[in-house]
């Protein structure tokens, strides 16, 4: 497919889910409350598509990732909050 | 159209669902063992849930003409209990030579633990032991990266293992390549809130190709769509994807992976 039918296919959708993502950001900062690890990495995230290069979905992804290769000495929770809470 | 739908919980599932699947084109229908959303208190639980996986469930969808295979692990989320896994593990060769088992399947990892690695590499060498297809879950969120280079270090550690007698599942744009490269298969798991969209799904073919990918939709007892691969498939149409190219990624790819184990008998389309 060429831009203009990129366009006419995905543009109306991805229109409304980056306006739903701004109200996202108005709502959590019209709240009060310290920012954490997550808002941290979303922030990383969002900078992501700003830039030039063509993997931005992949660098998204990286963005929230756990970039640590050893494994954790025991899992102490099932669920995954979508941000890596450590520090490189 | 017809599609196999190669990664579904069909136990967590109302009958309805298999109603909607086989009236899209649903040929065959592929359930690996899962968490419960609860952890269970003992291996009894599994050999109940076993049975049901290989008996039960099986007759249910045959009701609606839909072959119903399994996958038969203990999942990556009930691994942390060691003494657990191995009391699963001693139970599985009872179950291995049924008719409808495929392999070993979905293990893997899920928060990247040590017992988690234990339990993984154990499921791995019952795989070779037994020559079973194995299907591997990989982490949620900010953990499948690291899980899925973890899990692919325990295969690559196990010589009797062949690449493309295993498929790492719930692949994204930031492990998919690695995977590929690897020589084994991958899975995209499309889902309405996290893991693939149809969209993203369809992007992955375009930019790495078709060869060696399936698609499934992983529904269970969460938010999850049966009918994800069929609208992955019209995802497909809107851009211009031929009947062909969409046949090979929905039936013929999954029909060529599963072919693998001789008890899986390819539908007729």
Known sequence: MNRSQILDLYFVDARHKLIDLAAFLDRYERAEGAEDFRMAAFRTAVLELSKGNNDKARQVLLAFSDPTTEPIPAATTKAACGAWPGVQ | ?269
């Open chain 2, 1 to 269: 159209m017809r599609y196999i739908e190669p990664h579904a919980h069909m136990v967590s599932r109302v009958t309805d669902d298999y109603v909607h699947m086989v009236t899209a084109g649903c040929a065959a229908v592929c359930e690996p063992a899962f968490w419960a959303g609860y952890d269970r208190s003992s291996a009894a639980g599994f050999y109940d849930y076993f049975r049901q996986l290989t008996e039960h469930e099986p007759k249910r969808a045959a009701k609606f003409g839909l072959p119903h295979y399994c996958w038969l692990c203990i999942n990556p989320k009930e691994s942390e209990d060691v003494k657990l896994a191995d009391d699963v593990l001693a139970i599985i060769p009872e179950f291995l030579d049924r008719p409808t088992v495929l392999g070993i399947g979905e293990i893997g990892l899920n928060k990247n633990s040590r017992n988690e690695i234990t339990v993984l590499e154990k499921h791995v060498d019952l795989a070779a032991r037994h020559n079973q297809l194995i299907l591997v879950h990989t982490p949620h969120l900010e953990d499948k990266l690291k899980g899925t280079r973890l899990i692919m270090d325990v295969i690559r550690n196990d010589s009797r293992i062949q690449p493309g007698r295993v498929i790492i599942d719930h692949v994204e744009e930031h492990t998919v390549q690695m995977v590929l490269d690897a020589g084994l298969w991958a899975g995209m798991t499309l889902y309405p809130e996290s893991k693939c969209s149809p969209a993203r799904a369809v992007d992955m073919v375009e930019r790495y190709g078709d060869e060696r990918i399936w698609m499934n939709c992983a529904c269970d007892w969460g938010v999850s769509d049966p009918l994800a691969v069929p609208k992955t498939a019209l995802e497909m149409r809107k851009r211009g994807h031929s009947a062909a190219a969409i046949d090979k990624l929905i039936f013929q790819n999954p029909a060529r992976f599963l072919a693998q184990c001789p008890k899986f008998k390819i539908p007729e389309g």
